[in-house]
């Protein structure tokens, strides 16, 4: 299905099924941009998609993470504050999403490939919900024919209480129903917790960017790198290094075993997801390309 379709065929099933999220589209106005992909606009703010690779140890490309590109009256809005202004309004959760059908549209009119695609749920998100988390997702993922495209939902515990780990395990719990992967994300970035990982259970540990910054420069934090990630092998865990930006770092990361490596060096955010191939040619376009 393409992103031109999307609109109508959208407003064709609300009118069979309902809204699901009880007005919340009749608020969103669709647009093309100038690059050809769909713009969403509300709340008074402008909402896009970029695509940034994920490649593997071997130097293939391993799927995309989804972000968010907002912005108002043509200023950009980084996407914390998008959020902000979307829970002042009360609609934080009709906001998370819309995000993620504004990017599973875009990535499906723009891939021509379907690599497993990373998707972010706000961790307000998850306290919101009680029950069926990922349902409504589900039934957009249908009607948009993406059934078997991969899809990860990636999740951070950081903001998350001890008292509200039954909360987030069951919201786990919901997705992994709904045909969906988890991923934690931004792990280590405050206090962390393993024995977190331990009763989660995800598919996916991205290790925060600051373990393989420290690790270029800090000896110790470069011997404790293999060991945390063979932790979180041990945990049954794939892991990601996150915020590669130079040769050093992918190689460090590279050599303390993480599975899947992810950051500027290895491909920023673009609108258009890159096609499957090697690390090393795409990178030689990039270098054609500046």
Not at 262 to 286: I, K, M, N, V, Y
């Amino acid at each position: 299905m393409t992103a031109r379709s999307f609109p109508d065929v959208l407003q064709h099933w609300i009118a069979s099924h309902g809204d699901p999220l009880n007005g919340g589209w009749s608020r969103v106005e669709w647009v093309k941009s100038e690059a050809r992909t769909l713009i969403a606009r509300t709340l008074g703010l402008t909402l896009g998609s970029v695509f940034q690779p994920l490649y593997d140890r071997d130097g293939q490309l391993a799927g995309h993470e989804a972000l968010l590109r907002s912005s108002a009256r043509g200023r950009a809005v980084a996407p914390p504050r998008a959020f902000s202004i979307a829970t002042l309004q009360g609609e934080l959760v009709n906001f998370d999403r819309l995000c993620r059908t504004l990017h599973l549209v875009n990535y499906l009119h723009a891939a021509t490939e379907r690599a497993p695609l990373f998707l972010n749920v706000h961790p307000a998100h998850l306290l919101e919900i009680s029950e069926r988390h990922g349902s409504f997702f589900r039934h957009i993922r249908e009607l948009l024919g993406a059934q078997t495209l991969p899809i990860t939902l990636e999740v951070t515990e950081e903001n998350i209480s001890a008292a509200q780990t039954g909360i987030l395990r069951n919201a786990i719990h919901n997705y992994r129903q709904q045909g969906f992967k988890i991923a934690v994300d931004d792990f280590g970035a405050g206090s962390a917790n393993i024995d977190r990982i331990w009763h989660l259970e995800p598919d996916y540990v991205k290790l925060d960017r600051h373990f393989i910054v420290r690790a270029e420069t800090d000896s110790r934090a470069r011997r404790a790198l293999p060991k945390v990630i063979e932790l979180m092998h041990e945990l049954g865990s794939t892991v990601v290094v996150e915020g590669i930006e130079n040769a050093t770092q992918y190689q460090l990361a590279h050599d303390a075993g993480a599975d899947i490596l992810q950051g500027f060096w290895l491909g920023r955010p673009e609108a258009t997801p890159r096609q499957a191939g090697s690390l090393q040619r795409a990178r030689r376009l990039d270098e054609v390309a500046a």
